[in-house]
Every structure is written in C-alpha cells, then in structure tokens.
C-alpha cells in the first residue's frame, strides 16, 4: 500500500522544512531538563542500584525450592512496599497545582494558641490561623494523595478577596531545591518564585516540604511574610 | 542481533534531557514534561528491565509515549486538568536566561505537540530524542523511508505553525 506522504516535496516544502528545522534546532538547543526533575530521577536510580545489587533477583532468576520461592515471594512484597511504594515523589509543580484547586471541605476552625492555630495539622505542624495577625481567614481545605504522598491543603482569603493555597507535603521533604530564588528570613531559605499569574513560596517547615501559591497581586514580600511568620 | 540484556540504571541519567525534551514536544507543556519524565523513569527503574535495544534511548522513549499516552486517556476521564500553565517556566533561573528565545522555544514546542500524531512522532523521535532515522522507524513501527518522508513535512508545519504565530501576534498589536 503507497504511503500517504510518498509525493515528493516541492522546492517550497523543503524551503519550509529547512527553515523548520533551524527553529527546532534553536528550540532544542536552549532546554534542558530542569534540576528538580534530576534529583528525583538520581533518587529513583540509586534506589533501582540497591534493589539490583541486592542478592534476590539473581536468585529469583536461578529458581528456589517451593518453600524458599514462598518466603522470596514475601520478601519480594516487602521489599516492593519499602521501596517501590515511594520510588517517586510528586513534583513541587504538582504541589502547587493542588494548593490552586477549589476547597473541598470547610475551614479548619481556629483553636487558639500563640501563635494561633486551626484544627488541621500534618504530624506535629499545625496550619497557622493568620486572620488576626495578617487578615488572611481560612475558608476551606482539601486533601490529596500526589505519588503516594499526602498533601494537605488550607485556603485563605484576605479582605480584598484574594485567595491562597498553603498546602503540606506528609513524610520527608522533597529532595532537590525548588524553583525560585532562595530568600533567607530568621535563618531559614525560603524559595520565592514570581511566575505570570501566581506568587510561589516553597520552603521546609518541621521536616516537611511547603508552600504558599498566591495571586500574582499579592506582593512576594507578603507572601514571604506569611511563610516566615511560621518560623517563630 | 543483538542480544537481550538487563537494562543498567547508571547509564539512564545520560538521556534526561533528550527525554524531556521530547515530552516537552509531546505534551506542548514543560510542565507535564517534567512530570512525564518522572513518571516515565520511576516506572522503568521500579523493576529490572531486560531490553533488546543496543541503546537504551529507544527503551526510554517507547516508554515515555506510552506515559504519555496513558496520561492522555486518564486526563480524558477526568473533569479537568489541574497542571499549571507553563508560565511557571521563567522560576527556574538560569544566568544566561534569554526570555525571547525562552518565549520562541516554548512556542515551537507548542506547535509540534499540535502536530497530527504521525508527524509529531518522527518528529520527536529524530529531531528531540536524537534517534536515527533507522531507529525511528523501528521505534514507531514504519520505514525508514516513511520517516524521512513525515519528517520532512512535520518540519515544514512547524515553519508555518511559527510563521502563523508570529502573525497571530503582530496582527494583535497592530
């Protein structure tokens, strides 16, 4: 059967994909993979070494008796639970993607405390209750599962309706430094990235990754404030 | 022939970049990219893999299209997509950042990814993953004549596609 591209190129069409081809070029030559996304895969690989070094997957390719293929079999389970269950993290773009959904549930409500709180925490790190102080109320949360990791996000809205997202990665932080140009406040890096529509804060908080994405309106230094106000 | 092998982590970190750059096409977001990528290598590195491939980039980008493809269909059962647009990209600083060829580059990519699907892939076969015509058409399941025939034409879209663009936006401001 003749392929559907066998007519041959007129003088224009080559023109065209020579000229296609030095854009493409151009293109290509300016990108590289971002460094985030190189840790992660670092981290992925030197997991996938240890697992390959280890001795059970010669063994499993040898053949066992019935009774040590069961008890390889478990093995097998476990060793997939301890390290496949988290061979990847969400990325900090899919965090932020979450911290700009809508709520699904209502407000945490305050509990108190200097300095106040509200009833939602991850581990031992409660959500900060930032209407007194900054004028930001909670008005809803949301919960989601982002490569197997939990991440929990508070919304708040300030008097001129602008609304945030500030949401917590469970487990360890996220490894790799996140996008943004690294502020330090009180001693800590705070990672501030000003991006078309919204103002990013990434930063780690009681061995956990968070972040504030905000409004573009909403000036970098408040949003840092917010953040740092954390580190008391 | 070649004979199969187990796939070697080590040596995968050598074609991040070309992978990214062919999600990057792909996808038309540098956003999904990066996660494309992710995704495409914890799947690959979550088990051991035994390859036929002399070179592991087919391996790699056979796999990256199959992500992509999944996460085309899962997308499409979705209510809506929750990914940041690719605004996000100027956060990653580099000291030698040129936001016009930033701006154009991201544009090129956008019409690749808009692309029909038979061009985009030699497309990003070839000229984003850096495979041989050859290894394009084992890759993509055609000959090498039927490559250079869709690569040709897929080049010359994007030089139109650019052209129209840049069109789009002088025609806006004037």
Known sequence: MPDENDSPLTEDELALAREGKALISSAVADVRAPQSLREGIERDRERARARTGAPFWPRHRLGLAPAGAAAAALLAVVIALETSGNTTEPSPTKVYAVARLDPTKAAPRPLGGAPPVLAAKVDSLAFPDWKASFGWKAVGRRNDTLSGRSVTTVFYRNPQGARLGYAVVSGDTLGGDPPGRGVTRRGKTYHVARVREHTIVTWNQQGHTCAIVAPARVPPARVLDLAASRNV | ?174
Do not use: C
């Open chain 2, 1 to 174: 022939m070649v004979p199969d092998r187990m796939l070697d982590p080590a040596t995968l970190g050598d074609h991040i970049d070309r992978l990214f750059r062919a999600a990057w096409a792909l996808s038309g977001s540098r956003v999904e990219a990066e996660d494309l990528v992710q995704e495409t290598f914890a799947h690959v590195l979550a088990k051991p893999r035994r390859v036929r491939d002399a070179d592991d980039l087919g391996y790699l980008l056979q796999a990256l299209r199959n992500t992509f493809i999944s996460s085309r269909r899962a997308a499409a059962r979705r209510p809506a997509p929750v990914a940041l647009d690719d605004s996000i990209e100027p956060v990653d600083p580099r000291p030698a950042s040129r936001p016009e060829q930033a701006a154009e580059a991201r544009e090129v990519f956008a019409v690749i990814a808009r692309l029909s699907e038979p061009f985009r892939d030699a497309l990003v076969a070839v000229d984003m993953a850096g495979l041989s015509y050859a290894e394009a058409g084992e890759l993509l399941g055609t000959k090498e004549a039927t490559i250079t025939s869709r690569l040709f034409r897929a080049r010359a879209q994007v030089a139109r596609g650019m052209e129209s663009a840049s069109e789009g936006v002088n025609g806006g401001r004037g």
